[in-house]
């Protein structure tokens, strides 16, 4: 009987080959999870009426390598505390993305528009700078949806709390816009991935595929908590925080990545 043996080296050595190219590209690509599946380290929430730093009624928590938003020590009232979970760096030019899923039913006094809804919040505030009662950071917001089992309803979204950004060579000032993505009903994992380059433009992709895009993110001087930002009259927004959204559906996030564009 011939022998096997070249057979089989050869194989381990493609399958070898393989696993190193794969993590030659993996190093390439630049990509870094900043969530690390354990816990919360690099996070922190600002959550309404709370300070700073309180985590409270445990709403963010790490279970089975997933950061979930849970309301199950809410004792079934909401009001209205909506919270932020904000990373520790500030980026200005870079690409983000993450798998998220809805999950169970909306916590009882939940307002309707927040039914299966969240968001990546982008050029957010610093939170230290945030109103105890502040709802929402000043940001611009990639709101994120889930379908409610028939209508349409996008996802990727774009929604401007205390901001403005400029489509068609014109400031456009409607708080939400909906994008051109299709609509996910249930529980599925649906990946997001949003380009920022500073204050030149940003764009936002849906399972990999292109549903908005936008420019000149810039602070509206019309909001009061985005006044108080204003320095020397400028507007233009290049760079600040990431975070993520409760606001009274649980929802899941998991393999969050930055891939940091500056150099």
């Not at 979970?85 to 909306?106: C, L």
């Not at 940003?202 to 006044?227: S, T």
């Amino acid at each position: 009987m011939r022998s096997l043996y070249p057979v089989v080296a050869f194989v381990l050595c493609l399958g070898l080959s393989a696993n190193v190219m794969a993590e030659d590209k993996k190093k390439e690509d630049g990509w870094v999870s900043i969530f690390n599946g354990k816990n919360l380290d690099g996070w922190t929430p600002k959550i309404r009426y709370h300070k700073l730093g309180e985590n409270w009624n445990d709403t963010f928590r790490v279970e089975d390598g997933v950061m979930k938003v849970s309301y199950d020590q809410y004792g079934g009232e909401f009001k209205e505390t909506f919270g932020h979970i904000f990373y520790k760096t500030p980026y200005s030019h870079y690409k983000f993305r993450m798998e998220y899923r809805f999950t169970g039913e909306q916590i009882d006094d939940g307002p309707g528009w927040a039914f299966r809804n969240s968001g990546i919040m982008l050029h957010g505030q610093d939170p230290a700078t945030m109103a105890e009662d502040q709802d929402f950071p000043v940001s611009i917001e990639v709101q994120l949806l889930g379908g409610d089992g028939e209508k349409k309803r996008s996802t990727a979204n774009l929604c401007t709390p205390g901001t403005n950004v400029v489509m068609n060579d014109e400031v456009f000032t409607p708080h939400c816009i909906n994008s051109r993505s299709e609509t996910y009903h249930g529980d599925q994992w649906v990946t997001v991935e949003v380009e920022v380059r500073g204050n030149e433009f940003i764009q936002h992709f849906i399972n990999g595929k292109a549903v908005f895009e936008y420019e000149k993110p810039q602070l509206d001087p019309k909001d009061e908590y985005a006044q108080k930002l204003i320095k020397e009259g400028n507007l233009m927004l290049s760079g600040g925080t990431i975070s993520l959204q409760s606001e009274s559906h649980p929802v899941e996030f998991r393999n969050i990545e930055i891939l940091n564009l500056e150099k």
